[in-house]
């Protein structure tokens, strides 16, 4: 099976060779070709370049896409989106003045959502997380990764894990599975929180880890639910088990999460928005991806992650939607570029590089994800007419996607 898509008004991230990552000043930089042709057979990119030097190519289905932009799609890199029920109480409650560390330790948050999901059957929870993983794939995401981390038991966390298995089986989108066992402290451990951590470190990451059910580890790392000592023990013992750390820092506290991080060669250190100089420095020169979620600053009212003067420092940023029932309900990939260069001023060209190649390399996808390069698979966006790319987040809360083709399969 071969697609031509033609006349394309301009192609964006283009790349002869695959890139690792985008860092510092070069993410201004957004590779295009202007009246592009695209190529693909089955499920990959074929070729590319200038509609002046289309090749004769016979395929089986032509597109025009005069006027409009073709991209790669979104690489979401950071989500729970696998969740019973929802939490619109919360959001209501906050509305109404309780901070969300009120909410939790009411008993609601995380410890709610687990509560739910406990209850809730394996077909259930999966029939709930398809709907919206239909949903993204709508919206342009073509990569995934998956949280556990709403179990808080070994039953309801090896739940998680299978469903989000379920969900790569059975869906062109690629997704890659974390566990984050530690994620808050069930009340039966509230005065005893390394037993807790006994149990997912001597009990539950082996079992994850012989059924090959996670690629990476996560932990909450925050004031309040697991302190940097905690997060080093976790990294520790799941290093030994082939887990690579993809973990919760910094959300609302600066406490060292980063350091962790970037000691235990996590891949990801994500959500930022507490940033002390410390902590940037820290992670110049490494593979350590830092990954904001600025929808989940827009929902909470928190702080954004302060992209600006991390870009500046030189450090690579790669953007997710943290799609969860709690801080942030919403997948939609096209907001969160929107927000980042909204509320984060970022320009549109490192907004975009964030959410496609440095998002693909947070989770490890950056060989066939992420970008236009001959050989990776064929997942692209075609949008409406518009005038330009900076229209994609221009049209903040309004997407200009046409089509989306994942896997080379139209959606
Ligand atoms: O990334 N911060 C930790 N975990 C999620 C939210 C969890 C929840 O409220 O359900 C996050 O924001
Ligand atoms: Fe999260």
């Known amino acids: 099976m071969t697609t031509l898509i033609t006349n394309i008004k301009e192609l964006l991230q283009v790349e002869e060779q695959p890139k690792e990552m985008i860092c510092g000043k070069e993410m201004k930089v957004l590779p295009t070709i202007k009246n592009a042709f695209l190529f693909i057979e089955n499920d990959c990119i074929k070729d590319f370049g200038s509609m002046n030097n289309l090749p004769t190519l016979n395929a089986n289905t032509t597109i025009d896409a005069t006027n409009r932009i073709v991209f790669p799609t979104w690489c979401d890199s950071h989500t729970h989106i696998v969740y019973a029920g929802n939490r619109e109480q919360e959001f209501v409650d906050r509305i109404n003045g309780l901070s969300y560390e009120e909410i939790a330790n009411n008993g609601g948050g995380i410890l709610n959502s687990a509560k739910k999901l406990q209850e809730t059957s394996e077909e259930d929870l999966y029939e709930q997380s398809a709907i919206r993983i239909e949903e993204v794939m709508k919206l342009g995401t ?18 998680m894990l299978r469903v989000i298995k379920k969900l790569n089986e059975n869906y062109p989108i690629t997704i890659k599975a974390t566990f984050l066992g530690a994620h808050a402290l069930p009340s039966e451990f509230k005065n005893n929180k390394s037993g807790y951590l006994d149990i997912v470190i001597n009990e539950i990451l082996p079992i994850v880890a ?35 750390p993809k ?25 930022l928005e507490e940033m002390r100089d410390e902590d940037i420095e820290i992670l110049k020169n490494t593979k350590t991806m830092p990954v904001a979620l600025p929808s989940c600053s827009y929902f909470l009212s928190i702080p954004y992650t302060p992209a600006r003067k991390m870009i500046d420092a030189g450090l690579p940023l ?92 139209l959606i």
């Open 142 to 159: 073509g990569a995934v990764e998956i949280k556990s981390g709403y179990g808080l038991t070994l039953e309801a966390e090896l739940k």
């Open 210 to 244: 012989k059924e090959n059910l996670a690629e990476y580890i996560d932990i909450f790392c925050e004031t309040g639910y697991f302190s940097v000592n905690d997060t080093e023990r976790l990294l520790k013992a799941s290093t030994s088990y082939g887990l690579i």
């Open 247 to 271: 973990i919760h820092v910094n959300q609302f506290t600066a406490i060292g999460g980063v350091q962790a991080g970037v000691k235990y060669k996590a891949l990801s250190v994500d959500h």
């Open 318 to 409: 790669a953007l997710a939607s943290d799609y969860n029932p709690g801080s942030t309900p919403s997948g939609n990939i096209n907001f969160v570029v929107s927000t980042a260069c909204i509320k984060m001023k970022m320009t549109p060209e490192e907004a975009i590089n964030a959410a496609t190649i440095n998002g693909a390399y947070a989770m490890g996808l950056e060989k066939t994800h992420g970008s236009i390069c001959k050989g990776k698979k064929a997942n692209f966006i075609i949008t409406e007419k518009i005038p330009s790319y900076n229209f994609i987040p221009y049209s903040f809360g309004n997407h200009k996607i046409a089509q989306v083709y994942i896997d080379g399969k």
